[in-house]
């Protein structure tokens, strides 16, 4: 059974910088691309849970538009985590974020971990 657990995330000013990470258990972790997802507050549009970054098992990355140059991915495969350097973190990436496989398995979504950025 496959459970993901993220942890890292907190209240910061903008301009500031956290580091997500995702711990995973079970035996997939080091063969499948991993991503991270956020979802917005209710009341923002576009509530949508939006995937910014994913790397593959040998490291290569993509990221979405919106956070590309500010934002990380990485993953340490021995210790199955998958990290997200976030920098520059601007109020609209005020959000919930969760990490699940590239192509998200609803099983595996955990409790995700809140981000919050103040102007």
């Known amino acids: 059974q496959v459970q993901l657990v993220e942890s890292g995330g907190g209240l910061v000013q903008a301009g500031g910088s956290l580091r997500l990470s995702c711990a995973a258990s079970g035996s997939i972790f080091s063969s499948v691309t991993m991503g991270w997802y956020r979802q917005a507050p209710r009341q923002a549009p576009g509530n949508q849970r939006e995937?910014?970054?994913?790397?593959?098992?040998?490291?290569?990355?993509i990221y979405s538009d919106s956070v590309k140059g500010r934002f990380t991915i990485s993953r340490d495969n021995a210790k199955n985590t998958v990290y997200l350097q976030m920098n520059s973190l601007k109020p609209e990436d005020t959000a919930v974020y969760y990490c699940?496989?590239?192509?998200?398995?609803?099983?595996?979504w955990g409790q995700g971990t809140q981000v919050t950025v103040s102007s």
């Open positions: 995937l910014v970054a994913r790397i593959t098992r040998g490291g290569s990355t």
């Open positions: 699940n496989t590239f192509a998200p398995i609803n099983a595996y």
